[in-house]
């Protein structure tokens, strides 16, 4: 028998059944003797068009009890190697943002007094600079992969500093970034100047619009992104809306011409090897996936960064 927690299988009781976790993994009070927390922040406070992903950390574990613990194509098997469970959610202000903000940091800041990788799901973006704040805590300024059809780079939105679409222009102020290994992918979409995108390169940022990308594999970007974050440590943020609607009808703000879901996975395969210290996935709004279609992306793509991070051998 393994000595670390394992998925409960389809096999041991119907995937219709069973504990609400993660991949059905145990749940756990606290993060001590673990290696990845699975985490939930239900919020969608900080949203500025559709709501509802208070909604998608439920979705996306409901979503999550199809994945099966090995994955066949890369031969990764994360549960060999980690001990993995699911902690809950974060106790966010249903009627405060910033008080949410707090308590999201505090959660994490405690987390972190563990040796663990948090993976998130989410929620609205806004959580990953109170995530950010922790985790440089920690580790110090990391490099930073944001895939998203937005740059989140506002300098407000309705007069707040804090908001979906603040948190890499307020991490990049306080210093929680290595501005030069930060690589924003996807981004596309209309704008209100020509340069609503290009702030973020002067600051050092790399932005790869999803034009770009277009008809290509991803794994050479992958490459390309490895070679330029080195050894240090590394953040990841995967917005579902970096998806095209058509694979992701399901989150807050869609906009058209995004990413397929190979090209995410390829992106994200092609990431193993990084020192990842974090990762979330986000903006899933389940009012607005009527199929369920958007939650079982993101688990699949959670599982697959899942899949990547440091330790994990080949089964």
Known sequence: MSRFNQPLGGNDMPRFAGPGTFMRLPAAQTAEG?????????????????PGTRFGPKAIRAESAMLR????WTRAAPFEALQ????????????????????ITAFFDDLLGHSVTPMTMGGDHTLSL????????KHGPVGLIHVDAHADINPHMFGEAIAHGTPF????????????RVWQIGLRGTGYTA???????????????????????LSPLAAKIKAAMGDGPVYITFDIDSLDPAYAPGTGTPEIGGLTTPQAMELIRGLAGLNIVGCDLVEVSPPYDPSGNTALVAANLLYEMLCILPGVGKG
Request: aromatic letters at 10%; proline letters at 4%.
């Open 69 to 72: 613990p090995y994955n066949m």
């Open 84 to 103: 993995c469970a699911d902690i809950g959610d974060v106790a966010i202000n249903t009627f405060d943002l910033k008080d949410s903000v707090r308590r």
């Open 195 to 217: 340069e609503d995108f290009d702030e973020a390169r002067g600051w050092g940022f790399q932005v790869v619009q999803a034009e770009e990308l277009w008809l290509q594999s």
């Open 169 to 180: 222009r307020r991490a990049y102020e306080e210093g929680l970034l290595d501005a030069n």
């Open 130 to 137: 109170p995530i950010l704040r922790s985790i440089a805590k």
């Open 34 to 50: 673990l290696d990845v927390a699975f985490v939930g922040v239900p919020m969608d406070i900080g949203t500025s068009w559709r």
